[in-house]
C-alpha cells in the first residue's frame, strides 16, 4: 500500500515565507537533513532527483529528471515563484508573482490569470512519472514525489503571514544565555487542533478585484448589514440626502450650490423669479457681480480670467486589436483574406521595452488611420487594418519566416507577404510603411515565396541585438 506522510515542523528559527516539506518515513535515496529540511534526494538509478537549498530566510527546491543530463523539470522559491517544464524542455507552468501562464506542449499559450486567482479549481501537472505538480495559487502549489521506497511532498507556495503569534513567541521563562523555554504542551495542543503548527493566512492573501472606487462600492453592497461599519455608512448616505435638499440660493425645486459648475446660470434663474423673491438692498441678485460695490475693470478682467475653460481634447492614439495566431490561416494568410485589404500584424511583446516605445507610435498611426476612414469613405487609410499579435503566444510565425527579434511587423494583401521589417519606430515610419506596402500589394509586387529572413538582418532597428529583445535562438 502507499505510504503517505504527516505535516513535520521545522525548526524555530524557519522563517513563514520559505517552502514546506513534509515526511515521516526515511529512505536510503533521502539524504536530507531532518532538522534543517535542506539536502539531496536520489534516483534509485544514481542521478540527483531533488536538491533543496537553504538560504537566509527562505528556501529553494528544484527537481531533476532521471537522465544523465539532468534537465530541470521544476523550481519554485520561497514566494511561490516558478516554473513547471515538460519532458520536452518547453514551459508548461510559469508563476510569477504577478500572475500565471500555461502553454501546450507546443509551448503555446492556452490559459493565463492574474493573482488573486478567482478559481479553486486544482490543476494536476505530471512533469515526470515520478513527479506531480498540483498547482491551486501562489500560496498553494504542492510537489509530490516519489522514487521507489522514497515519498516526499513540498509546499512550494508562498507561505502565509501570520495572523497571530508563532509557536516561538509561547515563551514561558527566559534561561541563562538568551535561551526561551517554550510552552510545549500549548504547541501541540495546537498542531493536534489545527493540523500544523502555522497560523492560517493573513489580511494580506485577500485582494479586491480591481482596486479602486468600483472595489469599494462592491465591498459596500457586499457588507453585512449587521456590522458597524454599515451603520456608519448608513448614516453618511443621509447625510449626503440631507445635503441635496438645502435650498442654498431659494429657487424652489432649482437648487444650485455656489462655486459648481451650475452657478454660472444660477444669476439667470434668479433673475426669472425676481418677482416672486425678496432681494437684499444693494444687490442686482447676479453671482458674476460678486455683490456690491461692483468690481473695476482690472479686477472685472482678472475674474474673467480666474474662469475655467473647457479644454476640446481628442484622442489620437488608439488601441491596437489582438489577433490570435489561430486565426492567423482564416484571416490573414489564407482564403479567407478580405481583398483590396492590407492586414499590418505588429508582433510584439509586453515583457519587452523596445516594443513598449514602438506600440505607442503604432497606435498614434492605427488612431489616424481609423479617423481618415471615418471621415472620407474610399481613402486608403480605409484599406488598411492593424493588428498587435503576442510573440509569447507561440513560434508560429517566428519558424515560418526565420526572425529571432522583436518588435516585428509583418504585411499581408490578400493572403500574401508584401512587407517584413522591424525598421520602424515612429509614427510617419508606420504610416509611410504601410502605404507602400498597400501600393506594392495592389501592383502585385510580393515578396518570393518562402520567404525567411537571413542570420542578423531582422534587427536593424538595434545597434545590437540585446538580450531582452531575441525571443530565442534558431
Known sequence: SDIWYLPMALDKHEPSTSCRASAMVTSELDKTNPSTGDGTIFYPSGNIAVIVCKQPGAQIITFFSDSKSSEILTSFNAQGVGFVYYPTGKPWLVVTEAGYTLSDKKGNVVDRGKFPRLSNEVITLEASPNLIVRFTNRQNIVAAFRAADCTREWQCGEAPRRVEGPYTSKVVNTQMGGKLELDVGAIRQRQQAMGSIYVPPGPHAVETERPGLGSLKKALRRMDPTCALASTVTELRTLDSRLSQIDTLGLGSSRVLYGTARSASAGALLGASSGSLSSPAGSSLRLEDYGSP??????????????????????????????????????????????????????LADW???????????????????????????????????????????????????????????????????????????????????????????????????????????????????????????
Not at 475655467?308 to 489582438?322: D, I, S, T
Not at 507561440?394 to 508584401?418: A, C, N, W, Y
Open 294 to 347: 461692483e468690481l473695476s475693470k482690472t479686477q472685472q478682467r482678472f475674474a474673467n480670467a480666474l474662469k475655467p475653460v473647457e479644454p476640446k481634447y481628442k484622442a489620437r492614439r488608439m488601441k491596437l486589436p489582438y489577433m490570435r495566431l489561430r486565426d492567423l490561416s482564416s484571416q490573414v494568410m489564407g482564403q479567407g483574406a478580405p481583398s483590396d485589404t492590407l492586414i499590418v500584424l505588429c508582433v
Open 352 to 474: 519587452n521595452p523596445v516594443c513598449a516605445r514602438v506600440e505607442a507610435q503604432l497606435e498614434a498611426a492605427h488612431g489616424q488611420f481609423t479617423e481618415e476612414a471615418a471621415g472620407r469613405n474610399g481613402s486608403e487609410s480605409a484599406r488598411i487594418k492593424m493588428y498587435k499579435l503576442d510573440a509569447s503566444e507561440g513560434s508560429t510565425l517566428q519558424d515560418k519566416f526565420g526572425f529571432r527579434t522583436i518588435p516585428m511587423f509583418l504585411m499581408f494583401f490578400e493572403g500574401k507577404l508584401v512587407f517584413a521589417s522591424n525598421n520602424i519606430s515612429t509614427e510617419a515610419e508606420a504610416r509611410d510603411a504601410a502605404l507602400m506596402a498597400l501600393t506594392k500589394g495592389r501592383k502585385q509586387q510580393f515578396l518570393p515565396e518562402g520567404f525567411r529572413f537571413t542570420a542578423g538582418s531582422d534587427n536593424t532597428l538595434l545597434e545590437f541585438i540585446r538580450p531582452t529583445t531575441v525571443l530565442r535562438e534558431l
